[in-house]
């Protein structure tokens, strides 16, 4: 379950950084130019945290930005996934700070979020003084536990980690009652799909949920069955019900035909049909986020003409389009068929 968690964390910072930035540190967001891109720096994280023993409580993630004023900055993200306080949390941030800033004498700024669910720990500082000799540090720290009274905001946020907030908080509380876990995960999931997010946001969120909030096999097809039925009444098809259960399935029979046609062909056959369908994915993800950026805008009903286009040539037209055209139509015409 830990080894979960701590993957749901990972992939979301990573797939939604500047949501994750934007909602928990809006003033760094601002002085962030995205436009020059970002790089998750994992090897030169991993060069630095050689102690495995630390590492078991938290999430490190090492992040290369850019600025607006034309500087580069490296942000240090701590993720207390645990629930219980360390002892030297503080001087672990100020020992990563300083032996990055050592190795690659590159600005180093720590972030934390703390998940637990003591409201007397917040740590923000590190210090370490005798006589007139003074070292501090001061790092901005998020406590989750601080969103309990602004749920009804959580549940209104336009920003996806509006709701894994509300995910971790609610979690939390529904740990052993496997009922309420059903209808816990059921209403968030109704939720996530009324905000209108791409497909894309709303598949990390929904992993972020299913992580989070574990039920048994005959609870998770039940509630598989439950969203399938909403997924229809809100025309919204593929996204769960189609994306999980269809993976169990695919498995399964993948694995017959490649015991009938012999392994190694099938794997071969398979790498190569599945690049050429995430080229086509990663197209149409890369169209609806332009459309929203351009836009402010994109129903439901257009979100399924994307997705439903699986023509790499119609997909290019349409980001071509895009550059130069002044309403959403002209763009979502070059998808249709003449």
């Avoid at 910072?13 to 970002?38: A, H, M, Q, R, T």
Wanted: charged residues 35%.
């Amino acid at each position: 379950m830990k080894r979960q968690v701590d993957s749901a964390w990972k992939d979301i910072i990573e797939e939604l950084f500047y949501d994750f930035l934007d909602f928990f540190f809006p003033d760094i967001c601002k002085d962030v130019d995205f436009s020059k891109g970002y790089e998750f720096l994992t090897q030169e994280l991993t060069k630095i945290v050689k102690d495995n023993n630390i590492g078991k409580k938290y999430i490190d993630e090492l992040v290369k930005v850019f600025l607006k004023d034309g500087k580069e900055t490296w942000l240090l993200i701590h993720i207390e996934i645990q629930g219980y306080k360390e002892p030297n949390f503080t001087q672990r941030l100020y020992v990563y700070n300083y032996r990055l800033f050592d190795k690659y004498e590159k600005e180093i700024v720590s972030l934390v979020i703390l998940t637990d669910e003591d409201k007397n720990y917040k740590p923000n500082k590190f210090v370490q003084k005798r006589w007139n000799f003074k070292i501090e540090i001061d790092f901005p720290t998020i406590k989750l536990l601080d969103y309990e009274n602004r749920l009804e905001e959580l549940e209104n946020s336009n920003n996806p980690f509006g709701l894994v907030v509300l995910v971790q908080l609610i979690s939390n509380k529904v740990k052993k009652d496997v009922e309420k876990k059903y209808n816990t995960k059921l209403n968030l999931i109704k939720k996530l799909y009324q905000k209108g997010f791409a497909k894309e946001k709303i598949i990390l969120v929904l992993k972020f949920i299913d992580w989070l909030i574990n039920l048994p096999k005959d609870y998770e097809q039940k509630l598989e069955l439950e969203v399938q039925k909403y997924e229809e009444v809100v025309k919204m098809p593929y996204v769960m019900s189609f994306e999980r259960i269809a993976e169990k399935r695919g498995l399964k029979e993948g694995l017959k035909e490649g015991l009938k046609k012999g392994v190694k062909r099938g794997v071969v056959k398979g790498v190569k049909k599945g690049v050429k369908k995430g080229k086509i994915i990663d197209k149409q993800q890369t169209l609806i986020r332009q459309l929203f950026k351009k836009f402010d805008a994109i129903s439901i009903e257009e979100k399924d003409l994307i997705i439903k286009c699986l023509d790499k040539d119609k997909l290019n037209n349409a980001l071509d389009e895009i550059i130069f055209a002044d309403t959403k139509n002209k763009v979502l015409d070059c998808l249709k068929d003449i």
